[in-house]
């Protein structure tokens, strides 16, 4: 598949909030409503052996043309953590690229506490975490065994944001969900729809049980908050959000939502 030019023009008014190095390969969860999925899979070439990722030097050039700060190791068929060159890509990167750029890590964080030393050698954490009840777990990510999120939020050196979607399975548990990541510490938590959910959030979500208090928007998602904690609820039609995307295959886009890219 050929690879969009990278830098189309000199003199381009587009700038990006961010950008996103994806990787594809064997998962650790068997999430039913995956969106890697919904990726053309000729793109999500397993990529977990491979140094550099493919066309990583075109993804650099971009990343300092448009002045990109904000880069993120992600997946779209995996977790980024079972890429086997993680802190050296890591590493590198931070060689090539600007002291100002921050590096985040978008993890299910099943591996977090047997990856400590790379996990905090990030700017900052977002962790796919939907419940702390071990059958609701199961059902929205396809496998057992709860991670110790407590556990991780107090070994971790750097700001971890928690990312919950609502699904049936866990969407009357949000209300007490809040509440016990609120007490564990969690100061930053969004709450996503499903991809293709067309109802809003009202319908979604039960919000006189979740007390929540208004406090503004992020790229045109409501901001709430739960006493210190922040909640936004993000859903991804409506996020006034750019990006460009390193697909495993090498493939470069600049489509926000992955499933546009091909």
């Known amino acids: ?10 003199q381009s008014p587009l700038s990006y909030d961010f950008a996103n190095i994806l990787f594809a390969g064997p998962c650790n969860a068997r999430c039913p409503f995956c969106i890697g999925q919904r990726v053309d899979p000729r793109l999500n070439v397993d990529n977990l052996r491979h140094f550099p990722p493919t066309n990583l030097d075109e993804f650099v050039e971009m990343i300092r043309h448009y002045a990109i700060r904000q880069i993120v190791f ?14 050296r890509l890591l590493d590198f990167l ?10 985040s890590l978008h993890t299910n964080g099943r591996l977090a506490l047997g ?17 702390f009840d071990e059958a609701t777990y ?16 107090g070994r971790a050196h750097v700001p971890v944001k928690v990312s919950c979607v609502v699904t049936e399975a866990n969407r009357e548990e949000i209300p007490d969900f809040l509440r016990r990541c609120r007490e564990i510490g969690v100061e930053r938590l969004v709450l996503r729809k499903l991809y293709g959910e067309e109802r ?3 319908e979604v979500l039960d919000w006189e049980a979740m ?11 409501p901001v709430y908050g739960l006493d210190k904690m922040e909640v936004t609820l993000w859903d991804f039609d409506v996020t006034e959000s750019r990006s460009i995307n390193l697909f495993a295959d090498g493939t470069i886009s600049r489509a926000y939502r992955l499933v546009e890219a091909g």
């Open 1 to 10: 598949m050929p690879t969009q030019s990278p830098i189309p023009n000199l």
């Open 74 to 87: 992600t997946g779209t068929t995996t977790d980024p953590q079972r890429y086997r060159h993680e802190a």
């Open 94 to 103: 931070r060689g090539e690229l600007r002291p100002e750029s921050q590096f």
């Open 115 to 131: 990856k400590m030393d790379i996990f905090n050698s990030y700017d900052r954490v977002c962790i796919s975490f939907p419940s």
């Open 138 to 153: 199961r059902r929205v990510m396809g496998v057992p065994t709860v991670p110790d999120l407590a556990e991780i939020l």
């Open 200 to 202: 809003g959030w009202e």
């Open 211 to 221: 007390q929540l208090v208004g406090r503004g928007s992020y790229r045109g998602n």
